[in-house]
């Protein structure tokens, strides 16, 4: 079995110590194989906030990590820097690449990066990268889960989140489903919820699941979301994954099971 552990929005600079540790004590305890930080890194895009989030995750002790971008890790306030190196601290500390991908026997992993330099919040994914994660999608084994990480969500479940999704979801779900992608992972709004997505977008005849994740860390939650990170588990070849939600309890100091959702895959014969 492959597991993957999602951290998002950790938002360092905004990092609560004791959930920080928290967490810590879960990645070690549950011993994961891969690491997905899926943006927001940082509050503000400072070098000193991007090599804080680095520590921390080395701290983990995770074999592989792959890592994005947010719309945060982009600076907001130094326009020159904006325009001409937006990503120069991010890649001092995550590079030497943006958009890498992971694999196990069980699992493929696939990052786009969704932020551009001139949106302050929103993100896009362009038709050049629908076709480069569809492409790598299909090299995948039969027996591997394949999952698509981006920043911004491709579903929302509420309209007053709307605003925030991804700019191009549409194409890029239909054609990330018809590549064989099983699960797309985000972050960006802090509200952590599973949903399958064949079910809410007309003509979509595979089954296809949205994943996101609350923040990790940060002091900025949402009164109806603590504290999250999500644990996926998946066997290679079965036909169905896990999802866990893991949040952390004030009462414990401890982050603690709150939520498992079994996936179900749609797969082919041929996989």
């Known amino acids: 079995m492959s597991v993957l552990l999602q951290i998002s929005d950790p938002h360092f600079g905004t990092v609560q110590p004791t959930v ?17 930080l899926s ?32 719309n945060h890790d982009i600076p907001l306030f130094n326009l020159w820097q904006r325009a001409v190196s937006p990503y120069a601290a991010y890649l001092r500390a995550f590079g ?3 958009e890498t991908g992971l694999q196990t026997s069980a699992m493929r992993v696939i990052g786009v990066k969704t932020t551009r330099r001139w949106r302050h919040k929103n993100g896009e994914v362009s038709a050049a990268q629908v076709e480069r ?40 779900v239909r054609a990330w489903a018809a590549a064989g992608a099983d ?17 809410r977008l007309a003509g979509l005849d595979r089954r296809i699941w949205c994943v996101q994740a609350g923040t990790a860390l940060s002091s900025r939650v949402r009164q109806e979301a603590p ?14 994954c896990w999802v866990e939600r893991w949040d952390h309890a004030a009462v414990s100091g401890r982050f603690e099971l709150a939520h ?7 797969r082919s014969p041929a996989g």
């Open 20 to 36: 920080a540790e928290a967490l810590v004590q879960l990645a070690h305890a549950a011993q994961p194989d891969l690491l997905v």
């Open 183 to 199: 699960i797309v992972m985000g972050g960006h709004i802090h509200l952590p919820y599973v949903c399958e997505m064949s079910s």
């Open 133 to 172: 994660v569809a492409a790598e999608l299909q090299q995948a084994g039969p027996a591997q889960l394949r999952v698509v990480v981006v920043h911004q969500p491709v579903m929302v479940l509420r309209a007053e989140d709307e605003h925030d999704r991804l700019r191009g979801w549409e194409p890029a």
């Open 227 to 240: 504290n999250s990170v999500n644990l996926l588990r998946h066997e290679p070849g079965q036909p169905s």
């Open 260 to 266: 498992s959702s079994e996936l179900m895959l749609d």
């Open 96 to 98: 030497p690449l943006i």
């Open 39 to 70: 943006g927001d890194i940082t509050q503000r895009a400072r070098p000193e906030q991007f090599d804080a989030a680095r520590a921390f995750c080395d701290r983990l002790a995770i074999p592989a990590m792959l890592s994005l971008p947010g």
